[in-house]
């Protein structure tokens, strides 16, 4: 098995969570992009305002690399309208995949109808533009049945309007990376969480990202029927190297 083609190579820290300058955060996106394309990674997941410069780096070496950008990034509560407009924007920018963060605080209070028309709307927009759409659920943020009942109603929407020629294009992913939890508890993929989407994501891929740290755990994920791996340590990962640190 070639782990490099499971893997999303990710950099998502602005200047500021960084704490460094635009400036530095600039050329160390620059600098994972490189690596990215040297490894051979599937993808690169990256801002949204660091897809253009993602773009010209990969065509001026002709690698076959893809650029991941997040939407509704990381809270997930823009308006669908708003979200909309940045998912345009990065397709205009050259992104290649598009990584959705649902309404989940919405899905939490009950306003299902909203979640649905943005799940209707984004996956329509991701996949007329040729396009693949992940929609990440944000685990740490939900209880058990809620992780289920979230994954069913992005399967739902999809299976119920989409030709199944597409449904793999359309990923349910299972965390940001960026959610607090409380106690230190994990906000990244967890085994159960993940076993729970496998089985009501089907015949939806999912991606699981966050908090793996070896190429063990992405191994393991894998063998269950994961179709990607977020992480910003991916290098180390394929190494076989643990890490500790990162997303």
């Known amino acids: 098995m070639n782990i490099k083609s499971y893997l999303d190579s990710t950099y998502l820290k602005t200047a500021k969570q960084a704490k460094i300058s635009e400036k530095e955060n600039t050329v160390l996106v620059q600098n994972f992009v490189q690596e990215t394309i040297n490894e051979k990674f599937k993808l690169v997941m990256i801002r949204p305002d660091k897809v253009t410069l993602a773009k010209k780096l990969i065509v001026a070496q002709s690698s076959k690399v893809l650029i991941g950008t997040v939407i509704g990034f990381p809270e997930g509560t823009n308006t669908i309208e708003e979200k ?104 990244g993929a967890t085994f159960p969480a993940i076993i729970a989407m496998l089985e009501n994501a089907f015949p939806l891929p999912v991606k699981a990202s966050g908090g793996i740290k070896t190429k063990e755990e992405a191994l393991e994920m894998i063998k269950l029927g994961v179709k990607r791996i977020g992480t910003s340590s991916a290098k180390a990962i394929s190494e076989g190297v643990e890490t500790s640190g990162g997303y």
Request: proline letters at 1%.
């Open 84 to 187: 909309v407009l940045e998912a345009k924007q990065a397709i205009k920018d050259g992104a290649d995949e598009l990584d959705f963060v649902v309404n989940f605080e919405a899905f939490k209070l009950g306003e299902i109808d909203l979640v649905k028309k943005e799940v209707l709307q984004g996956t329509s927009l991701a996949l007329q533009n040729n396009k693949t759409i992940k929609w990440i659920i944000e685990i740490a943020a939900l209880n058990g049945a809620q992780i289920i009942q979230l994954t069913a109603l992005i399967k739902n929407v999809v299976v119920a309007n989409f030709k199944e020629k597409e449904f793999e294009n359309v990923f349910v992913k299972s965390s940001t990376g960026f959610y607090k939890t409380l106690n230190n508890l994990p906000n």
